[in-house]
């Protein structure tokens, strides 16, 4: 679903590097956005037999031949980096887009590459959309690019080391088909000075998070706790709050039930809070939003990388003001479930005649401290995670210590919202954003949301099943 990276990869929309990434990426000089793509594969309960993975048959295998790795630009430094410190290794470096907005360049050039038998990069980074199609063969005969990860290529024990459920989108079939790069978990962030000094509590529930926002309304008109006018808005709060818009029961069956209670009811507490002025439908990311009202959001649901690259480098909101709370969860329930804007992959192709050098590098990336430690966004495996918080750039900015809702948040990202072969941003800013500055209500339109998606879907060749 996302461009990968983050603030959102390549991210993976999969379609998703989209707007609101671009301007997050370009806020920092990233080429990311997308931070970023994470999105929960297909049930993997259903096709292919786990026995599959033994059936993968590397190629002839060259010790010490070169390695081609494809990487967008923000990556590039990291790999790089693994270049000049490990000399003996030999690579050829090539910058592409990283499957930025939903570029289909990487498996237009591989089908090529199947057709011509040759021409495989032997790593790149992608987006969770990009794993939908390498997990599988181009044309009939053909191999899938990606090689199974989990076919004695990486330890099981690295691969339980990524945050729980972060690894969804590389999983297909019983197989892991990448390494997650980054994870763009969704958590509530607030301005603290301003809660402080108007005396509100944090709210922990939606049911107090709709009645704060009205009563912030009341009380301070102007101010805002949320936005659902990017095009992204919709995997912070329809994801978070588990609504089966995009969830494969199947590999090749996708079900979008916009009726499901989980749907309705965000869609309703969103409509009481646009109709009090508390939400905008405005984008956080839109044009003229920084200037004009960025210093009047008070509360803002969404993920990780918005407190870089929302509140300091849009807003400029000056340091120790801006906090991070976890993700919300309905009265009644024990534990939060939480969306994901962004996140890239790493995938190592199945043709390399160097897949030692190919997965070291590959696992490297995604968990080494060294590199993650310094990252952009928050890494999916947990010890680079924790390497990642304690370095004083990720978190002296803020008003608490993020570490605890920033990892109580990658452990909880729902994963019935999967990683599918179109952008799930396509329809949210083709539909319902043109609705909702129509002055629609979000309610009224989720019909008219659930039609485009199924369209989109059946012209992807997915089944389509609403109930």
Known sequence: MRSSGSPRAGS?????????????????????????????????????????????????QKEGSQITVWADSTRLPSVEAYQKANPDVKMKIVTYDGGADGSTYLQSKVQLFDRTGSGWPDVVFGSPTDVTWASEPTKPGAQPFAAPLDSDLVPKSTLDGFADGSLAPCQFNGHTYCLRNDIAQVVLWYNKTLMDKWGYDTPTTWEEYEALGKRVAKDHPGY???SVGDTNSHESYF?????????LTKPDTLRTDLQDPNCTRMAGLLDGLIDAKAVTTKGFFSQGFAKDSGSKVLMAYGPSWYG??????????P????????????????????????????????HSANLKASTDLATWLTTSDENQASAPTYPAYGKAAEAWLANPVNSDYFANDIS???????????????????SDATAWSSVVLPALTSG????????????????????????????
């Open 224 to 226: 805002l706790v949320g």
């Open 12 to 60: 993976s929309t999969d379609g998703r590097r989209r707007t609101v990434l671009r301007t997050a990426a370009a806020a920092l000089s990233l080429a990311t956005a997308a931070v970023l793509t994470g999105c929960a594969s297909a049930d993997t309960s259903s096709g292919s037999s786990p026995s599959e993975a033994a059936a993968f048959k590397p190629g002839a």
């Open 239 to 247: 994801w978070a709050g588990q609504c089966p818009a995009f969830q």
């Open 404 to 422: 605890k809702p920033f990892q109580e948040a990658a452990g909880q990202v729902w994963t019935g919202w999967s990683n599918t072969r179109f």
């Open 308 to 317: 870089q690259y929302l509140f300091k480098t849009a807003f400029k909101t």
């Open 440 to 467: 629609k209500s979000l309610t009224s339109t989720l019909p008219t949301w659930q039609k485009e998606i199924s369209n989109e879907a059946k012209a992807q060749g997915y089944q389509v099943v609403n109930e």
């Open 319 to 350: 340091a120790k003001q801006i906090a991070a709370a976890a993700p919300l969860k309905w009265d009644g329930e024990t534990t939060a479930a939480t969306g994901n804007v962004g996140g890239g992959v790493w995938m190592v192709s199945s």
